[in-house]
């Protein structure tokens, strides 16, 4: 019997090897592999660049916008869907081979609460449960989902341990290409760039649920779908970013780069009137200036929650909900950031509704 015991130890030992060998051959042909990369003058095709690109490092399906309930009762909301390449190699057929992430994000900015609700959720894509599907939006993780409907409504249904919300999204504008016809520059070089667009001025409607009631809502939002396979500037710290659906029917969008010693290493924006009109702004055009800031109580970061954002000409105010929005998501996808609901200003009158989204405030972002 102890001569059988030995030879199963034996037998057992040699099998673990072969295993280690073959992970350690998958892990160096995997650290071999290459993403696809992001180059000038690549055209946009959809509805195939609705869907998931597993080819490029990360993605992200990000919408924020405001609602209303039938109290006239104002609230920000958040959904976001990441997908993340791995270092295992496409080529591994285990279906269990985690080559693709799926992370999801969502929030709630009520005011009577006076802080942000938020969840998240992570999960390695495969077997129905988690995934981004190519050819056109269909995110899902387990029970959360955000698709894209045949006629081109977006669907989204989000059941969170604080809240939930079942929400319709409506396109009423075209696809805003940003950048040079959806090459986005993010750095000096050229090669620190991603895939970008934004449908703006989505027209929403459904019920959210706050304190176990469901509250019917309406109000607008606004989509981007970004891609890349490249990292930040490694000079940057993060990055500040705005968009707002200002009530004339225009479109607005700007973001800077920040470097460790919080200069400037890139910025951009871009403004689509309402007869589909657009101005961009070149780094130099833009810039975001400070007017308030927030201590967070709970990461202790200082964040400028109030922000005066100057394109060309034009300058705007960002004043938020309120101040303690900021998302910890260090449980997923590893960054802490303020994801904040802001009114808009321009010459003390309020224009519109939109989201500031500041990063690195913490620490440095890392990609």
């Not at 609230?75 to 976001?80: A, H, P």
């Not at 304190?211 to 500040?240: F, M, Y």
């Amino acid at each position: 019997m102890q001569k059988k015991d030995n030879k199963s130890c034996v037998l057992m030992a040699a099998i673990l090897a072969m295993l280690l060998l073959a992970t350690l051959h998958s892990q160096s042909q995997a650290g071999n592999q290459e993403y696809a990369s992001v180059v000038s003058g690549h055209v946009l095709e959809f509805p195939r660049d609705y869907g998931a690109h597993p080819d490029f490092r990360i993605e992200w399906w990000y919408v924020t916008g405001w609602l209303e309930t039938a109290e006239k009762k104002a609230l920000g909301f958040q959904v976001t869907f990441f997908r993340t390449a791995t270092r295992h190699h496409s080529n591994n057929p285990s279906r269990f081979a985690p080559q693709q992430l799926i992370i999801a994000h969502a929030a709630l900015s009520d005011p009577e609460l006076g802080r942000l609700v938020y969840d998240e959720k992570t999960a390695r894509a495969g077997f129905d449960m988690a995934y981004a599907r190519e050819g056109n939006t269909d995110v899902k993780l387990d029970d959360w989902y955000f698709r894209r409907e045949p006629d081109g409504r977006y669907l989204t249904e989000i059941q969170a341990k604080e809240f939930g919300f079942q929400l319709l999204l409506k396109p009423t504008q075209a696809i805003m290409l940003q950048g040079e016809r959806g090459f986005s520059r993010k750095g000096p070089n050229i090669e620190q760039a991603s895939y970008y667009y934004s449908e703006p001025h989505l027209d929403v409607s459904g019920t959210v649920t706050l304190q176990n009631k469901p509250l019917v809502v309406q109000g607008r939002a606004w989509l981007d779908h970004e891609w890349s396979s490249e990292i930040l500037d490694p000079r940057a710290d993060g990055w500040d970013w705005m968009s707002a659906n200002l009530d004339d029917g225009s479109a607005l969008m700007a973001f800077r780069i920040r470097g460790k010693d919080n200069s400037k290493l890139w910025a951009y924006g871009t403004r689509r009137d309402s007869t589909g009109q657009i101005a961009q702004f070149s780094a130099d055009q833009v810039e975001f200036i400070p007017e308030r800031t927030w201590n967070s109580p709970h990461t202790k970061a200082v964040y400028p929650v109030e922000m005066r954002v100057r394109t060309g000409e034009t300058e705007w105010r960002l004043v938020p909900l309120f101040d303690d929005q900021e998302l910890d998501s260090r449980g997923s996808a590893g960054a802490v950031y303020w994801e904040g609901a802001v009114t808009v200003f321009q010459n003390e009158q309020n224009v519109g509704r939109g989201y500031l989204e500041l990063t690195g405030y913490v620490q440095p972002l890392d990609l």
